[in-house]
């Protein structure tokens, strides 16, 4: 079979289809799924499956969604899942989201027609200068778009239809898990590990076309809980200590230049609050702590502590408790143990006609937590950009290399076996 495979444009279908349902998770609810309205694209997906012919595909009550597609070789071939998040970023509107396409785009910015202060702006997304004559897909700037992560959903679904309808590909069994609460980090809180069966996995949940990434930030978070001194704001003098004034000193004293979200990239960590809340008598700040090593992390853990004994010396009768705790770890620490997965999904890049680019995220996936818990999962590019944001935009053409990539690493798998 040739190396290139020709896809319909059944993909941007399934994607404007999915983003027109809300699945925006919710960080302050303590069920999972975090929001009831998660499942009702899970109950689509699932129709949709079964559809194609996969008669397992399931949504359990915690709002995840399996399925597979059996095997179509006698070889002994190692299972693989494919997993993408149905839930959408808390940290902007994902409700009645308007898309647009600008088709056959010939650079220059891009408008957003439903807010005339939102604009896509070449010289603020340098990926648009790889995009000429694509098909981009955008919100109106009202909402975000859902592309982080409903572009990796509609790129498996178009793939697994594609592998079911041409059965004379040889490829393994695969395994499609689609996840709720990626975005407030529980996204495999309720996975069923026994019950997906898998050995290896790709997350497809990635930005540029080509890329593959293979290393995340390890990551912690902090809370720190002051205890104040409460008195009479009219005979105070001497004797309140402010608990909300604390918290803000603390935050003061962070690092301006360097150990910020908004003076690092590459490989350089940083502390970032996140959260403070409280009263004149007690007070809390969270924040996250993030970087690619565990000595980074010890560093920033010091720093912060350091930080924290400073402040509370100006402040002797308040008490202060920091608690830091582990979410998820680099999981190149493992991957590095499998160097098949990463080859063979390069390989799949370049088959798909791109130029393969290995690379870390300023982050984590799913695949973080998946990678530690058993199921080795490096992360595959999706196309979604700017995501986050009411500016989030994604190309017909990257989902559909996304897709094409999906079928030659299945087909892949098979052939190394």
Not at 87 to 94: E, H, K, M, Y
Not at 147 to 152: L, P, Q, S
Not at 155 to 160: K, L, T, Y
Request: glycine residues 8%; hydrophobic residues 40%; contains cysteine.
């Amino acid at each position: 079979m040739s190396s290139r495979i020709n896809f319909t444009h059944t993909v941007t279908e399934r994607f404007l289809r999915y983003v027109a349902i809300d699945t925006q998770s919710d960080p302050n609810s303590a069920s999972c799924p975090s929001t009831e309205k998660q499942k009702h694209l899970g109950a689509l997906l699932v129709q949709e499956l079964r559809d194609i012919g996969l008669a397992d595909a399931e949504l359990d009550v915690h709002g995840y969604v399996y399925a597979t597609i059996p095997a179509t070789t006698d070889k002994r071939v190692p299972v693989v899942c494919f997993c993408s998040h149905m839930d959408t970023s808390p940290d902007c509107s994902g409700a009645g989201v308007k898309p647009q396409i600008v088709s056959n785009y010939q650079g220059g910015d891009i408008a957003l027609p439903g807010d005339p202060a939102q604009v896509i702006r070449a010289a603020e997304h340098p990926a648009l200068a790889d995009q000429i004559g694509h098909d981009i897909i955008t919100t109106d700037g009202t909402t975000l778009l859902g592309a982080d992560n409903k572009a990796g959903i509609a790129e498996i679904m178009d793939a697994a239809a594609f592998l079911v309808g041409h059965p004379q590909i040889e490829h393994g069994t695969i395994k499609i898990l689609f996840t709720p609460d990626e975005e407030i980090g529980r996204g495999v809180d309720k996975v069923d590990l026994q019950k997906l069966g898998a050995e290896f996995a790709y997350t497809i949940d990635g930005e540029t076309a080509g890329h593959l990434e293979d290393e995340t930030f390890s990551a912690d978070s902090a809370l720190i809980t002051i205890a104040g001194v409460s008195a009479h704001p009219g005979f105070a003098k001497g004797k309140m200590e402010h608990a909300i004034k604390i918290a803000a000193a603390i935050v003061e004293r962070l690092p301006k230049g360097t150990c910020s979200p908004e003076t690092t990239e590459g490989r350089d960590g940083f502390l970032h609050p996140i959260g403070i809340s409280g009263a004149l008598e007690q007070a809390t700040l969270a924040l996250i702590v993030r970087d690619f090593t565990e000595a980074g992390l010890q560093d920033k853990a010091a720093l912060l502590q350091r930080i924290v004994g400073e402040v509370m010396r100006d402040y002797p009768r308040s008490t202060v408790k920091l608690d830091i705790k582990p979410q998820y770890r680099n999981m190149k620490q493992v991957i590095d143990r499998h160097p098949q997965i990463v080859d063979f999904a390069l390989e799949a890049i370049r088959r798909a006609g791109l130029e393969p680019v290995r690379s870390s995220i300023r982050g984590g996936t799913d695949g973080s937590r998946l990678s530690f818990m058993g199921l080795p999962c490096p992360n595959i590019f999706a196309g979604e950009h700017a995501f986050h944001s009411r500016l989030e935009w994604v190309s017909r053409q990257d989902m559909e290399k996304a897709a094409e990539t999906i079928v030659h690493l299945a087909m892949i798998w098979a052939e190394r076996a």
